[in-house]
C-alpha cells in the first residue's frame, strides 16, 4: 500500500466543443451513444436521439443516486428507505433489494456498480466498504473501517475509488487496498476508462491510473454544478447549459 501526498501539476488543456441549452434537476450521465440519464425527484429518464423512457417507483419516493455504468444492469439507490432497485435497459426492474430485511442488517450510504451481480456498498454501521452479491446475498469482501466521512463513491469492474474528507482509497475487486491519497479539498469525482477526474471547489482535476498526480483541467470560469468524462470529452453542466471539451491529454 502506498500512501501519496497530492502534488501540484502542469495544467491539462481543454478544446471547447459545444454548448447546449438544458435545465434538469440532476444529469446522471452522458454514454458513448449520447444516451442522456437524468434525475428529477423520484423519476430517472432515459434519452436517446430516438426516444425517452421513464422510471419511478411511487413507494420508494425520490431518488438518492443512480448509477449506469452498467447500462444492462442500472442501479438506483433510495437511502430513505435503505433499498436499491435494479433496472435494464429498458428501464424495467429486473432486481430488488431491501437492506432492512438482510441478516445482517445493513445501512447503506452510497453505492455503485461491480463486476457479475455484485453492488459497492457504504455501511455506515460498521464504517466499511463491501462487495455485495445482491443475487447470492452474501458479502464478498469487505474493507477495513474507515475512520472519516465519506463523500463519493465511483467504481468500474476492476477497481473502486471510495472517496472521504481525509483520504482517496483505491481497492481492486478483490477488496485489496492498493492506494492511499491524501485528500486536500476534493469533494467529488468521476471515472472515465481507469481514470479520475475529482472536484475542488470549482476547478476540475484529472487523475491519470496508476499514477500520484493531479493535473488541473483548464476550463472557463464557469460554474460546475455536474460533470462527466466520457472518453475525452468532458461535460460540465451548471443549471442551464451543458458544456462540452475536449481534454487534450498527451
Given at each position: 500500500m502506498l500512501t501519496l501526498a497530492l502534488s501540484a501539476?502542469?495544467?491539462?488543456?481543454?478544446?471547447?466543443i459545444k454548448k447546449t441549452s438544458l435545465q434538469t434537476e440532476s444529469l446522471v450521465s452522458i454514454?458513448?451513444?449520447?444516451?442522456?440519464?437524468?434525475?428529477?425527484?423520484s423519476v430517472l429518464e432515459k434519452k436517446d436521439p430516438d426516444k425517452t423512457?421513464?422510471?419511478s417507483n411511487v413507494q420508494?419516493?425520490?431518488?438518492?443516486?443512480?448509477?449506469?455504468?452498467?447500462?444492462?444492469?442500472?442501479?438506483?439507490?433510495?437511502r430513505d428507505f435503505n433499498t436499491v432497485v435494479i433496472l435494464d435497459n429498458r428501464l424495467a426492474e429486473i432486481f430488488k433489494i431491501?437492506?432492512?430485511?438482510?441478516?445482517?442488517?445493513k445501512s447503506i450510504?452510497?453505492?455503485?456498480?461491480?463486476?457479475?451481480?455484485?453492488?459497492?456498498?457504504?455501511?455506515?454501521?460498521?464504517?466499511?466498504?463491501?462487495l455485495?452479491?445482491?443475487k447470492a446475498n452474501t458479502t464478498r469482501t469487505k474493507t477495513l473501517p474507515i475512520a472519516s466521512t465519506v463523500m463519493d463513491l465511483k467504481s468500474n469492474y476492476n477497481y473502486c475509488w471510495l472517496l472521504t474528507n481525509t483520504h482517496l482509497y483505491i481497492y481492486n475487486y478483490f477488496g485489496s487496498l492498493i492506494r492511499k491519497i491524501e485528500n486536500n479539498g476534493f469533494t467529488s469525482m468521476v471515472e472515465t476508462n481507469g481514470n479520475l477526474v475529482?472536484?475542488?471547489?470549482?476547478?476540475?482535476?484529472?487523475?491519470?491510473?496508476?499514477?500520484?498526480?493531479?493535473?488541473p483541467i483548464a476550463t472557463p470560469n464557469l460554474l460546475i454544478k455536474q460533470f462527466f468524462v466520457t472518453n475525452e470529452t468532458l461535460y460540465i453542466y451548471n443549471d442551464k447549459t451543458l458544456s462540452e471539451y475536449q481534454i487534450l491529454i498527451n
Open positions: 501539476q502542469q495544467p491539462i488543456e481543454t478544446k471547447f454514454d458513448n451513444f449520447k444516451t442522456f440519464y437524468f434525475l428529477n425527484a423512457i421513464t422510471y420508494l419516493g425520490d431518488i438518492t443516486s443512480a448509477n449506469t455504468y452498467n447500462p444492462l444492469k442500472i442501479n438506483i439507490f433510495y431491501d437492506f432492512n430485511n438482510l441478516t445482517p442488517y450510504s452510497h453505492v455503485s456498480t461491480g463486476h457479475d451481480n455484485t453492488l459497492w456498498v457504504f455501511n455506515q454501521d460498521t464504517q466499511q466498504l463491501e455485495y452479491d445482491y475529482l472536484k475542488k471547489d470549482n476547478v476540475l482535476y484529472f487523475l491519470k491510473k496508476n499514477t500520484e498526480a493531479f493535473h
